[in-house]
Structures are given as C-alpha cells and as structure tokens.
C-alpha cells in the first residue's frame, strides 16, 4: 500500500522549475487551508502554483469523495474530474469566496453526478485500500470497525451523508456549506443532526454486539 | 441547533477524518488531463456543465423568459473558448419545474394533434431542434441535438413509440438510460447513422412522466438539452423529464 501524503505538512514540488513551497494556515475549525498566493498564481495561469494547489488538496478531496461513494476507483475519477474543471473555470474563481469552498462546490457536484451515474448501475460499495494502511499491523478491531463506519455512512441519505462529511470531517462553517450544496443553513443543520443519530444509535449496536 | 459531540461521535469522526493514500502519479496526471482538454481532447468535449455553480440552481422569471422556444437550435460547445456562451445557454434553457411540464404537456399534445392529421407512421418528430449550421467541427461532440418524436397507439395505456436523438459525432456509444428501462446502460443502445453521425432508438414508453438521460462511451451523463430538468430525489443527479401521453 502506497504510503499517504499528509497535505497538512508542507510540501515541496520538484517536478518544474521553479519549485514552490506551500505555506498553509489553518481555519477557524483548524483544517488546513492554502496560502491564498498560490490560488493567485494559479489563476494567472502559473503552472507551477496549479501543481502545487492539486498537490495540496489532493487527499483530502479524494478522502471526501471515497466517503460520498464509497468505490475508490470511482472516487479518484472524481477528484481528476474536479482538478481539471477547477483549472479551466479558475478565471471565473472570485477571490471574495473562500477557495476551500469554491473547490468543494465543483467536487460535491462531481459527486453527485457519479453517484446518480454509478448508484443506478449498482448499489455494491466497494471501499478497496482505503484508507490507507499507516504502518501499523492489521488490527482486526480497528478495520472491523472502519468497515461498520463506512457501512453506516453509505446507509445515509446522500444529502445528509454529504452535510456530515462537510460539516464534521472537512471542518467547514454551515455559511460555507450553503454555497457548496444550495441547501439553507437550518436544513443544513437538520441533516447534520440526524445523519450523527443515525451513525450515533447503529455504531452503539454494533458495539453492543 | 445545538451540536452536541460525544465520545461516540469523536471516534466516527476521527476514523472518517483518516486520509487516504493519494497515488504518486496524481497531480501528473491532473496536469496530463488538463493539458489534453487544452488541446481539445478528451470526454471534457462533453462535460460542459458549469461546476462552479451548484447543480440545478433556481432559475429567475427573467431567465425563464430569455428561454429557447421548443424546436430552437441548442447548441453545445467543444471548445473552451465557447463555453461561456453555452454556460449563458444553458442556465436559459434550465425552466422551473411547473413551467416544464406545462411546456411538456404543450408539445406533447401539439405532437399528438400534428399527428392526427398524418397518414398513419410508425413515429412522427413533434418536438425538434434543428441542426445547427455547419461549423468546423474538430471534437465531434459539439452539437448536442436532441429531438424526441412522439407516436399515439393508445392515448390511455398501450405504450407510445418515443425517438431518442443525440448528435454526438465521435462518440463511441451512446445508450439511454430511464426509469423505463431501470436505468440500465445496455438495455437500449442508440444506433449511429454513418451518414450523419447522429444516433437514435425507438424505445416504447408507456403513457406518463418519465426520467431520463444519455450516457455516452458508457459513462459520460449527458442530458438532453431541449428537455426540461429535474432533480433525483435519491441522490441529487440532474435528469432529463418527458410527458408521454395524456397524464
């Protein structure tokens, strides 16, 4: 298994000259976001800077993807998808919107389209290697219980499974998640809430079990 | 709304928050693709959504009254450089659910009148968008024509012949995929026509709301853009509708 690359760390490009050192801060929910530079040069059509923000959100796209449905191999194609739309709509990209946003806007919609696609063909989840293997040797416990909890999350509605992940896994404010899914705040909040009682109430039945 | 987190919640999420292993070879690829969709290559040539927007935004009256009559040409993009045009086009031509199927329910019945008056066929086009005329076309996929050609047997319950057209010239396949046929891309191929390069099937429908869309080479969703849209109310997807018959 392919080790992962922590897009929390900074990171170096080697791969064209020059090469480009990512600066991340953190938000308000302490998830990681990009020096808003690179998005600059990036929508100036340095190549360089484009590198840099696919290499930068890479995983955590692809981690939110995985999540949305649940086949890695149709995550990937996702993420892809997503990278190369955001190059060509970037001179439409208003710098006044969060980039985190604006990116997450076109993945959830990638998403959505696969999944209406890929759902119709078959509804067999196949999660494959991910997440990814840290090292550590197999803990039955622990992949017995990654396997409920991906079980659990592909039994939500997808709305509710996508205001989850928004919400409790990539870190964003409800403001954010209104712009990235058209949903309003309050029906926001409700799907969050019951997509954690239902994780809550079938995660504690299988632990009792 | 209070949110309320526990020792439950915390695991859920720190497991979920896990990142995955992202392949060596991602960002190369990434920059592969967007260079090949530069030159013009690639299923991009289809996929002329707008992605900044959210899927099936609330179209304003303003915008509803700029839409294309039924039987307008549309025209779909190939080239980057178009677009923005077709992106204008396409937020147009998205109509409000009521105000869909009262233009459905128009053109059907236009169709079925149009029929009457004909020598008895196996299908007759009622609803229609002309060609558009000849520009260089260097993708193949540029216009994406739909014409849906509608038959009445029985007005009540026998099922109604209804003409799937889609001009997508390089396209390898294209099948249409309802909820007449299950959603099943192998079910009801689309025939090309060497002479035009357009593809079509005749598929029996019976009388009522349907669902739709195109999926070319056997995974490009692609709607049909002189039908109304609607939102999946499973998962979001967009989906083109039709009225077959008298509702």
Same mark, same amino acid.
């Given at each position: 298994?392919?080790?992962?690359?922590?897009?929390?760390?900074?990171?170096?490009?080697?791969?064209?000259?020059?090469?480009?050192?990512?600066?991340?801060? +953190?938000?308000?929910?302490?998830?990681?976001?990009?020096?808003?530079?690179?998005?600059?040069?990036?929508?100036?059509?340095? +190549?360089?800077?484009?590198?840099?923000?696919?290499?930068?959100?890479?995983?955590?796209?692809?981690?939110?993807?995985?999540?949305?449905? *649940?086949?890695?191999?149709?995550?990937?194609?996702?993420?892809?998808?997503?990278?190369?739309?955001?190059?060509?709509?970037?001179?439409?990209? @208003?710098?006044?919107?969060?980039?985190?946003?604006?990116?997450?806007?076109?993945?959830?919609?990638?998403?959505?389209?696969?999944?209406?696609?890929?759902?119709?063909?078959?509804?067999?989840?196949?999660?494959?290697?991910?997440?990814?293997?840290?090292?550590?040797?197999?803990?039955?416990?622990?992949?017995?219980?990654?396997?409920?909890?991906?079980?659990?999350?592909?039994?939500?509605?997808?709305?509710?499974?996508?205001?989850?992940?928004?919400?409790?896994?990539?870190?964003?404010?409800?403001?954010?998640?209104?712009?990235?899914?058209?949903?309003?705040?309050?029906?926001?909040?409700?799907?969050?809430?019951?997509?954690?009682?239902?994780?809550?109430?079938?995660?504690?039945?299988?632990?009792?079990? | 709304?209070?949110?309320?987190?526990?020792?439950?919640?915390?695991?859920?999420?720190?497991?979920?928050?896990?990142?995955?292993?992202?392949?060596?070879?991602?960002?190369?690829?990434?920059?592969?693709?967007?260079?090949?969709?530069? +030159?013009?290559?690639?299923?991009?040539?289809?996929?002329?959504?707008?992605?900044?927007?959210?899927?099936?935004?609330?179209?304003?009256?303003?915008?509803?009254?700029?839409?294309?009559?039924?039987?307008?040409?549309?025209?779909?993009?190939?080239?980057?450089?178009?677009? $923005?045009?077709?992106?204008?086009?396409?937020?147009?031509?998205?109509?409000?659910?009521?105000?869909?199927?009262?233009?459905?329910?128009?053109?059907?019945?236009?169709?079925?009148?149009?029929?009457?008056?004909?020598?008895?066929?196996?299908?007759?086009?009622?609803?229609?968008?002309?060609?558009?005329?000849?520009?260089?076309?260097?993708?193949?996929? $540029?216009?994406?024509?739909?014409?849906?050609?509608?038959?009445?047997?029985?007005?009540?319950?026998?099922?109604?012949?209804?003409?799937?057209?889609?001009?997508?010239?390089?396209?390898?396949?294209?099948?249409?995929?309802? @909820?007449?046929?299950?959603?099943?891309?192998?079910?009801?191929?689309?025939?090309?026509?060497?002479?035009?390069?357009?593809?079509?099937?005749?598929?029996?429908?019976?009388?009522?709301?349907?669902?739709?869309?195109?999926?070319?080479? *056997?995974?490009?969703?692609?709607?049909?853009?002189?039908?109304?849209?609607?939102?999946?109310?499973?998962?979001?997807?967009?989906?083109?509708?039709?009225?077959? *018959?008298?509702?």
């Amino acid at each position: 298994m392919m080790p992962a690359r922590d897009v929390r760390e900074a990171s170096t490009l080697t791969s064209s000259p020059p090469s480009l050192t990512l600066i991340g801060g +953190r938000n308000k929910r302490g998830m990681s976001a990009i020096d808003m530079s690179i998005v600059q040069r990036a929508k100036r059509g340095d +190549r360089t800077a484009f590198a840099a923000l696919v290499d930068f959100y890479y995983a955590r796209c692809l981690r939110f993807a995985v999540h949305m449905l *649940g086949n890695a191999q149709d995550a990937e194609e996702a993420v892809q998808d997503t990278f190369v739309r955001v190059h060509g709509a970037l001179h439409r990209y @208003d710098e006044f919107d969060r980039f985190e946003s604006w990116l997450f806007r076109i993945l959830a919609n990638r998403c959505r389209t696969m999944m209406g696609r890929e759902a119709r063909r078959s509804r067999v989840l196949v999660y494959g290697d991910l997440p990814h293997d840290r090292g550590t040797p197999p803990d039955v416990d622990a992949i017995v219980w990654r396997e409920e909890i991906q079980s659990a999350l592909a039994a939500l509605p997808a709305a509710q499974r996508e205001a989850f992940l928004l919400r409790h896994v990539e870190g964003l404010e409800y403001e954010e998640m209104g712009q990235i899914t058209g949903a309003g705040v309050s029906a926001l909040k409700m799907r969050v809430k019951r997509a954690c009682e239902f994780l809550r109430l079938r995660l504690a039945e299988v632990e009792r079990a | 709304m209070r949110e309320e987190r526990d020792e439950m919640l915390d695991r859920i999420v720190e497991e979920l928050k896990t990142l995955p292993a992202v392949p060596p070879d991602a960002t190369a690829r990434v920059l592969a693709r967007v260079d090949a969709a530069r +030159r013009g290559e690639g299923p991009s040539a289809y996929a002329s959504q707008d992605d900044d927007d959210v899927i099936f935004f609330p179209t304003s009256t303003e915008e509803m009254r700029a839409s294309p009559a039924v039987g307008q040409s549309v025209h779909t993009p190939a080239s980057k450089g178009e677009s $923005r045009t077709a992106g204008r086009f396409r937020r147009r031509f998205v109509v409000s659910l009521p105000a869909a199927i009262g233009y459905a329910v128009a053109a059907t019945l236009a169709g079925f009148l149009i029929r009457g008056a004909l020598p008895r066929q196996t299908t007759t086009d009622t609803i229609t968008a002309a060609s558009p005329s000849g520009t260089n076309d260097t993708l193949g996929a $540029r216009a994406t024509l739909t014409r849906v050609a509608v038959s009445r047997r029985d007005l009540q319950e026998a099922p109604v012949t209804v003409q799937f057209v889609l001009d997508a010239r390089r396209a390898k396949s294209v099948a249409v995929v309802g @909820d007449f046929n299950s959603w099943d891309g192998s079910k009801t191929p689309l025939q090309r026509d060497s002479a035009t390069g357009v593809w079509s099937a005749l598929v029996d429908v019976h009388p009522g709301r349907h669902v739709y869309a195109f999926l070319v080479d *056997g995974s490009i969703w692609t709607l049909d853009p002189n039908a109304p849209r609607t939102k999946d109310a499973d998962y979001g997807t967009d989906q083109s509708v039709m009225i077959v *018959g008298v509702p």
